[in-house]
């Protein structure tokens, strides 16, 4: 079923002829203050091919959020590179939506659920009848029909992140990065939106890069799990995820296979809040 | 995903609906208690005014009765329009253009640190000349006509619009500042739905401030030079001794104000209604 989703992906999107769309090479990050410099992200490489799900999983603090508004160009990098459909990130580019970690701070507080979500359909210039149908899709895929005309700070918290990552699924783009949007929702709902991230990534064919503490969720979601080391940060490992792309919360989760990703994922995550460092970085110091 | 909508009801609507239960009684009784509170202080303040003048002999303050039987004759026989309302388009004019210039510099000088950089110790030693001083001057530059009296309001009430702009764009929260980036809100949309909107809450105090600096202004500078205005009949009728009259010009002066700050509160109460439900939100009061 991949094979010829994949296959009118490539049709839209504009690639290389290796499918490559997002290619990260030695991303450096430090953060300049009085204080001090922080090194935040010390060489990140890596590329995703054209409609895979990404999933990066690290300790606190790793640079997950620096990594994911480096790529997004909000943040220029100290050195390194960033390439997004064969152009170099300089700002943000056209066909990228961001789900913040600041979820409920990315929420224009004077407009309404569906002004928020409307106004980047607006300024893509999509039509008005359009318009509307996509406000009112998104939001009824994300539980929130009955609220368009309220205000964000008239929602509680998960709320609020369901209408941020709406706003992402009406815009409808080609690469959706989004920074541990689920932290705020209950269980039940949370696999729901996990569903519906899913769904969305397979029906649009989009790029999907997810932040996520959650070790399950990120095998859930990805083709491929990088796992950052503490800061400063490199990777650790690219773990494949070789499983179905068909997928659902009850018999992926049951896979033995899963299980095993789950043990592979969780020590590496728990060497690396040890300070544990891959083997190429330590033989080269 | 039925589960979703379970929690979803807004609570907006929870308290609209509270307020709606409401009997009408109840209602009334609570708009008439507003109305006590309101007026009780000025109505107190009149009767004391009233009873201590009535039997005073002094000639600078005339019983308020006299005052008050002098009002008519003296505004409505064609003052109003001689007066008042000149007065009134200088104060709207100058007015007006403070708040524009003020917003406009403000969100220059707030977007790019480094303009910031270079105009903040000029816009403080601005801010820091008392508006009237720069009356004398600028009657010698512009005379005493129309345009001199609005400059001079505009040259007031400016600072206070445009150093709490400054403010308000500087902080706009930054979530914010890159969901328009990412999501390419073009330079216009981005103008008006995020940096204005954002910055309202602070452009608002500012001009709050400015509307009185700006009255105190159009007061002075019809004082100073000028053939009509409620300012020059104030003080034509203190230099005839016509003391009653006097008294009515500062009444309707005070009145003139009071009229300002209610229009200039029911606009604030429209701007800025997110804001302040956005405030009671975040002190805990709907969750
Ligand atoms: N604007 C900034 N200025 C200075 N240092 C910063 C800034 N933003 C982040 N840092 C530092 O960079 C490091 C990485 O931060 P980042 O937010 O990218 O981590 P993260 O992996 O997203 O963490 P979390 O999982 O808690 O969200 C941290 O040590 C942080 O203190
Ligand atoms: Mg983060």
Redesign the interface.
Not at chain 1, 219 to 237: A, D, F, K
């Given at each position: 079923m991949t094979a010829t989703t994949k296959a009118t992906i490539t049709t839209t999107t504009t690639t290389t002829a290796t499918g490559e769309l997002l290619r990260v090479s030695g991303l450096r990050k430090v953060y300049g203050s009085s204080g001090g410099a922080t090194e935040a992200v010390r060489d990140l490489t890596f590329a995703t091919r054209t409609g895979e799900a990404v999933c990066i999983v690290g300790p606190s603090g790793a640079g997950k959020t620096t990594l994911l508004?480096c790529i997004?160009?909000?943040l220029p990098p100290t050195s390194g590179e960033v390439v997004l459909e064969d152009r170099p990130v300089a700002?943000?580019p056209?066909g990228?939506?961001?789900v913040?970690q600041?979820y409920a701070?990315?929420?224009?507080?004077?407009?309404t659920v569906a002004q928020n979500v409307e106004?980047?359909l607006?300024?893509?210039r999509v039509a008005k009848g359009e318009r509307r149908r996509l406000v009112a899709e998104s939001l009824e895929?994300?539980?929130?029909?009955?609220?368009p005309g309220?205000?964000p700070?008239?929602?509680?918290g998960?709320?609020q992140q369901?209408v941020a990552i709406a706003?992402a699924v009406a815009?409808e783009p080609h690469i959706l990065l989004m920074d541990e949007p689920f932290a705020a929702v209950d269980a039940?709902?949370r696999a729901?939106l996990e569903d519906?991230v899913r769904s969305l990534w397979t029906r649009l064919g989009i790029t999907l890069l997810f932040v996520t503490h959650d070790i399950d969720e990120a095998i859930y979601l990805g083709q491929r799990v990088l796992v950052l080391s503490s800061r400063p940060t490199v990777i650790l490992e690219d773990v494949a995820v070789d499983l179905p792309d068909e997928r659902d919360q009850l018999t992926t989760r049951n896979d033995p296979r899963f299980q095993e990703l789950r043990t592979r994922v969780y020590e590496l995550v728990q060497r690396a809040k040890r300070g544990h460092r891959p083997a190429s970085e330590v033989t080269l110091s | 995903m039925t589960s979703l909508t379970a929690p979803a009801a807004a609570p907006g609507a929870a308290r609209e609906t509270a307020c709606e239960a409401e009997p009408p009684a109840a209602r009334l009784a609570r708009y008439g208690r507003r109305l006590a509170v309101l007026l009780g202080l000025p109505a107190v303040l009149a009767a004391v005014w009233w009873i201590v003048s009535e039997r005073a002999e002094n000639f600078f303050f005339p019983p308020l009765s006299d005052i008050l039987s002098a009002f008519g004759p003296t505004w409505f026989d064609g003052r109003i329009a001689a007066d008042l309302l000149p007065s009134l388009g200088r104060l709207a004019a100058g007015y007006l253009l403070a708040v524009a210039l003020g917003v406009a510099l403000g969100v220059l000088i707030g977007t790019w640190p480094s303009l910031r950089a270079f105009a903040e110790p000029v816009l403080e030693f601005f801010r820091a000349i008392p508006p009237p001083v720069m009356v004398p001057i600028l009657m010698l530059f512009l005379g005493i006509d129309t345009l001199m009296k609005v400059v001079v309001i505009v040259s007031g009430a400016v600072w206070p619009v445009l150093l709490n702009t400054v403010e308000g764009v500087r902080g706009i929260d930054r979530p914010l500042r890159d969901t328009a980036r990412v999501y390419r809100l073009r330079p216009l949309t981005r103008l008006r739905t995020v940096v204005l909107r954002g910055a309202s809450p602070q452009i608002v105090t500012g001009a709050r401030q400015a509307l009185s600096i700006a009255i105190v202004l159009m007061v002075i500078s019809e004082m100073f030079a000028a053939n009509n205005g409620l300012g020059f009949s104030i003080v034509q009728f203190q230099r005839g001794f016509a003391l009653p009259e006097m008294w009515t010009g500062i009444i309707l002066l005070g009145l003139v104000g009071l009229a300002l700050s209610l229009i200039f509160r029911a606009v604030e109460a429209t701007v800025l209604a997110w804001y302040r439900g956005q405030r009671r939100a975040q002190r805990g009061g709907n969750r």
């Amino acid at each position: 079923m991949t094979a010829t989703t994949k296959a009118t992906i490539t049709t839209t999107t504009t690639t290389t002829a290796t499918g490559e769309l997002l290619r990260v090479s030695g991303l450096r990050k430090v953060y300049g203050s009085s204080g001090g410099a922080t090194e935040a992200v010390r060489d990140l490489t890596f590329a995703t091919r054209t409609g895979e799900a990404v999933c990066i999983v690290g300790p606190s603090g790793a640079g997950k959020t620096t990594l994911l508004r480096c790529i997004a160009g909000l943040l220029p990098p100290t050195s390194g590179e960033v390439v997004l459909e064969d152009r170099p990130v300089a700002g943000p580019p056209e066909g990228m939506a961001v789900v913040f970690q600041d979820y409920a701070r990315s929420l224009f507080p004077w407009l309404t659920v569906a002004q928020n979500v409307e106004l980047p359909l607006r300024e893509k210039r999509v039509a008005k009848g359009e318009r509307r149908r996509l406000v009112a899709e998104s939001l009824e895929a994300v539980g929130l029909a009955d609220v368009p005309g309220s205000y964000p700070w008239q929602l509680s918290g998960g709320m609020q992140q369901r209408v941020a990552i709406a706003r992402a699924v009406a815009y409808e783009p080609h690469i959706l990065l989004m920074d541990e949007p689920f932290a705020a929702v209950d269980a039940q709902t949370r696999a729901d939106l996990e569903d519906l991230v899913r769904s969305l990534w397979t029906r649009l064919g989009i790029t999907l890069l997810f932040v996520t503490h959650d070790i399950d969720e990120a095998i859930y979601l990805g083709q491929r799990v990088l796992v950052l080391s503490s800061r400063p940060t490199v990777i650790l490992e690219d773990v494949a995820v070789d499983l179905p792309d068909e997928r659902d919360q009850l018999t992926t989760r049951n896979d033995p296979r899963f299980q095993e990703l789950r043990t592979r994922v969780y020590e590496l995550v728990q060497r690396a809040k040890r300070g544990h460092r891959p083997a190429s970085e330590v033989t080269l110091s | 995903m039925t589960s979703l909508t379970a929690p979803a009801a807004a609570p907006g609507a929870a308290r609209e609906t509270a307020c709606e239960a409401e009997p009408p009684a109840a209602r009334l009784a609570r708009y008439g208690r507003r109305l006590a509170v309101l007026l009780g202080l000025p109505a107190v303040l009149a009767a004391v005014w009233w009873i201590v003048s009535e039997r005073a002999e002094n000639f600078f303050f005339p019983p308020l009765s006299d005052i008050l039987s002098a009002f008519g004759p003296t505004w409505f026989d064609g003052r109003i329009a001689a007066d008042l309302l000149p007065s009134l388009g200088r104060l709207a004019a100058g007015y007006l253009l403070a708040v524009a210039l003020g917003v406009a510099l403000g969100v220059l000088i707030g977007t790019w640190p480094s303009l910031r950089a270079f105009a903040e110790p000029v816009l403080e030693f601005f801010r820091a000349i008392p508006p009237p001083v720069m009356v004398p001057i600028l009657m010698l530059f512009l005379g005493i006509d129309t345009l001199m009296k609005v400059v001079v309001i505009v040259s007031g009430a400016v600072w206070p619009v445009l150093l709490n702009t400054v403010e308000g764009v500087r902080g706009i929260d930054r979530p914010l500042r890159d969901t328009a980036r990412v999501y390419r809100l073009r330079p216009l949309t981005r103008l008006r739905t995020v940096v204005l909107r954002g910055a309202s809450p602070q452009i608002v105090t500012g001009a709050r401030q400015a509307l009185s600096i700006a009255i105190v202004l159009m007061v002075i500078s019809e004082m100073f030079a000028a053939n009509n205005g409620l300012g020059f009949s104030i003080v034509q009728f203190q230099r005839g001794f016509a003391l009653p009259e006097m008294w009515t010009g500062i009444i309707l002066l005070g009145l003139v104000g009071l009229a300002l700050s209610l229009i200039f509160r029911a606009v604030e109460a429209t701007v800025l209604a997110w804001y302040r439900g956005q405030r009671r939100a975040q002190r805990g009061g709907n969750r």
